[in-house]
C-alpha cells in the first residue's frame, strides 16, 4: 500500500481507496516538491532558532532551563516530523528525545511540563489534545515508512487519553479539534478499537459548550461557535466559528463515519461541505472570512481584500475532501482538491528560499502596510511566533502523491494529473502531462491483469469540450475506459484550456460587478510589475467582451500568462515572488 496519511480499514465504508503505489516522476509536481524537499532541513533549523526543540530537549533531561512559548508549540515538530517521515528523512535523534520527554503515564506536552503545570486544567486554549493529534500523525507516518519507535509514544499516549477521558472519565473536551482523525488513523495503524471509541466520544460530546472558555468573555474566546461547539454535529448545517478548528472537527467526523458506518453522520458532514463549497468558500478554494477569531464568516461574506484564508485551513479543507471523495466516489471532491492545491496551498510557498504566507490575501492593495506578523502585506516569511502553517505545507506537499489516485477492485480512477506512475493492484500505468499548462495527458498502460478492469479519468467541472481517444466526455464526471487492457495500450485525454471568467454569486457584495480570471485548474491574478508603468492597480478595469489570450513564458520558473487589452495576468499561486506589489484576484468590469 501506498504510504498514505488516510488510509481506511478494510471493514471501513467507503467507495474508493488508496492506490498501492503512487510517484510523482517529473513536471511540475516534482519540482515544487524538490523545493519542498529542500525545505525541510531549513524548517528543523527554523524549530531549532524558535526554541521549539529546546523544549522537548528540557522535558528530556537533556538540556535545562524556561520553557519557550506557548504550549502548542510541539504539535509544530509534529507536523515536521511528519514531512520528515513522508520524505524518508525521520531524524531518530529527535524520536529519541520525544521518547525520553514522555511522562511515565503516557502524558506529553514540553512547555507544560517544564513549567510544572496540571495537564488538562486550561483545556479550552491549552492545545494539549491538539498537539497530541500531531504526534499521532507523525507516528503512524513514520510507522508507514518503516520506522515504529514512534508509533511506541503515540500508542502510549493514547492509552493515557482512553484513560483520562470519556464518558466513564473526564468529559471536558480539547478547544482544538484535531484529536479526532488523528485517533481513528492510529486505529486504522494499530487495530486498537479503544482509539476509535473515544475519536467517536469527542465526535458526539461537541456541541454543547463542553471545549468553550469557561465563565464569562465578551470575544471570540467565550463563543462556543468557536470551538465548533455551538451545534452538535449531528444537527449543524454549515460550518462556524475558528476555521481550522471547524475543518479539522468535520475531518475527524468524516473519519469515524467512515469507521462505523454512521450514515447519519456521513450525511451531515456531507450536508456541511456542500453549505460551506456554496456559500463560505473562496474563489482559489480557500476559506475563512474573518481576521477576529481567524473564523468563518457568514453566507457569503467573502471579502477579497480581508479574506484570511489560512493556509492551514486550506489544508484541512483538502484533508477533508479526500476523505470525502473516498466515502462517496464524487469526483466533485477530486475538483476541490485541485482546485484547494494549486490555489489555496500552493500560493502559500514562495517559489525559492521556502517563505510562506499565513493569510492568503486575495486582493494587496496599493500602500499596503502589515499591522501584524502574519499580515501578508509583509509578504511571506520564514517563520512565524505561531509556526503552524510552513510546517504544515511541507507535510502536505511531503505527501502529495497520495492524493493522484485511487482504486477499487477492478479499476484505477486518476484524481490529479501530474507525470507520474500509478498502480491499484495489479493495474499499473504511466502518466505523461504539462499539466497545469497543457491539457494533454497521456496514460500508458505498464502491467495489467488479464481479464477486464476500468481506467477512469476524472474530467474537471471547468474543462468543456474535452475529449477521450477522440471522443467527447462530460465535464464534472469520470471517463470510464473498460476493458482488457495490454502493456503498451495508450489513453489519451484531451482537456481544453481557454481562459474563462468566474463570477460570485451575487450575495457577495464585496466582489459584485468584479470577475476572476481561470484557465484550467489555475485561477490568475493582476499583479503590478506586468502593468503598463505608472498606473494604480485599483484603477485597472477588465472588459468581459475582450479577447484574453494566453503564452507560456519563463517568467517566475516558466508559466502561462494571461493577457486581454493592456492587462498581463499571473498565476495566483506565484504572486509575491518579485518583491512586494499590489495584486488582486477579483478584477472590476466597469
Not at 513514520?142 to 502510549?156: C, E, F, M, Y
Not at 450514515?263 to 473562496?282: C, F, I, T
Amino acid at each position: 500500500m501506498q504510504p498514505s496519511p488516510a488510509v481506511p480499514t478494510a471493514a471501513a465504508v467507503v467507495t474508493l481507496r488508496p492506490v498501492s503505489e503512487a510517484q510523482v516522476t517529473g513536471g511540475f509536481w516534482a519540482g515544487r516538491m524538490a523545493a519542498n524537499r529542500a525545505a525541510i532541513p531549513l524548517g528543523r533549523e527554523r524549530l531549532e532558532a524558535a526554541g521549539n526543540l529546546a523544549n522537548l530537549r528540557i522535558a528530556a533531561g537533556e538540556a535545562s532551563g524556561d520553557a519557550q512559548g506557548a504550549s502548542f508549540r510541539d504539535s509544530d515538530v509534529y507536523k515536521w516530523l511528519e514531512a520528515a517521515a513522508w520524505d524518508g528523512s525521520l531524524p531518530d535523534e529527535l524520536t529519541r528525545t520525544i521518547t525520553a520527554a514522555q511522562q511515565d503515564d503516557g502524558y506529553l506536552n514540553s512547555a507544560i511540563q517544564v513549567r510544572g503545570e496540571e495537564p488538562y486544567t486550561h483545556l479550552w486554549n491549552s492545545h494539549e489534545l491538539y498537539c497530541a493529534g500531531h504526534l499521532f500523525q507523525a507516528a503512524v507516518a513514520a510507522s508507514r515508512t518503516g520506522d515504529s519507535k514512534l508509533l511506541q509514544v503515540a500508542t502510549r499516549f493514547a492509552d493515557h487519553l482512553a484513560d483520562t477521558f470519556g464518558p466513564s472519565g473526564r468529559t471536558e473536551l480539547e478547544g482544538h479539534p484535531g484529536i479526532e482523525s488523528a485517533l481513528v488513523e492510529l486505529y486504522r495503524e494499530t487495530g486498537n478499537r479503544r482509539y476509535l471509541d473515544l475519536a467517536k466520544y469527542f465526535v458526539d460530546a461537541r456541541g454543547h459548550g463542553k471545549a468553550t472558555k469557561p465563565g464569562f468573555d465578551p470575544s471570540h474566546y467565550g463563543d462556543p461557535a468557536h470551538y465548533s461547539d455551538r451545534v452538535p454535529v449531528r444537527d449543524a448545517d454549515s460550518l462556524e466559528g475558528h476555521a481550522v478548528r471547524a475543518v479539522y472537527f468535520a475531518t475527524g467526523a468524516t473519519d469515524v463515519a467512515i469507521e462505523t458506518d454512521d450514515a447519519e453522520l456521513l450525511d451531515a458532514v456531507l450536508r456541511q461541505y456542500d453549505n460551506m463549497r456554496r456559500r463560505k468558500q473562496h474563489v482559489t478554494g480557500a476559506v475563512g472570512s474573518r481576521w477576529d477569531g481567524e473564523a468563518f464568516g457568514d453566507d457569503y461574506e467573502l471579502p477579497p481584500d480581508r479574506a484570511y484564508a489560512e493556509t492551514c485551513a486550506a489544508i484541512g479543507v483538502l484533508q477533508w475532501a479526500w476523505r470525502l471523495l473516498l466515502a462517496t466516489g464524487d469526483p466533485s471532491y477530486a475538483d476541490q482538491i485541485e482546485l484547494l492545491l494549486y490555489n489555496a496551498i500552493l500560493p502559500a510557498v514562495s517559489l525559492e528560499d521556502a517563505d510562506y504566507f499565513y493569510v492568503n490575501t486575495l486582493h494587496r492593495r496599493t500602500g499596503a502596510r502589515g499591522d501584524v506578523q502574519r499580515a501578508p502585506a509583509y509578504g511571506r516569511r520564514p517563520w512565524f511566533n505561531c509556526a503552524c502553517c510552513p510546517p504544515n505545507v511541507m507535510r502536505t506537499l511531503a505527501s502529495l502523491p497520495s492524493y493522484l489516485a485511487t482504486g477499487t477492485a477492478d479499476g484505477l480512477q486518476i484524481q490529479q494529473y501530474a507525470a507520474s506512475t500509478l498502480r491499484a493492484g495489479s493495474f499499473a500505468v504511466e502518466v505523461e502531462t504539462d499539466y497545469p499548462w497543457d491539457g494533454r495527458v497521456t496514460v500508458t498502460v505498464r502491467e495489467a491483469p488479464p481479464g477486464e478492469v476500468e481506467l477512469a479519468l476524472r474530467i474537471p467541472e471547468w474543462a468543456s469540450d474535452a475529449t477521450v481517444d477522440d471522443k467527447p466526455v462530460v465535464a464534472g464526471d469520470y471517463a470510464r475506459v473498460r476493458r482488457v487492457f495490454q502493456p503498451g495500450d495508450e489513453v489519451a485525454l484531451q482537456l481544453p484550456m481557454p481562459p474563462r471568467l468566474l463570477t460570485s454569486n451575487d450575495r457577495v457584495d464585496s466582489t459584485r460587478g468584479c470577475v476572476a480570471v481561470a484557465r484550467g485548474p489555475l485561477v490568475y491574478a493582476l499583479e503590478q510589475p506586468d502593468q503598463q508603468p505608472g498606473v494604480v492597480l485599483e484603477d485597472l478595469r477588465l472588459d468581459p467582451t475582450a479577447e484574453i489570450t494566453s503564452a507560456h513564458t519563463e517568467l517566475l520558473g516558466g508559466v502561462t500568462t494571461l493577457h486581454s487589452t493592456q492587462l498581463t495576468l499571473i498565476p495566483y499561486y506565484s504572486w509575491a515572488n518579485r518583491g512586494l506589489h499590489p495584486m488582486r484576484v477579483w478584477i472590476p468590469t466597469s
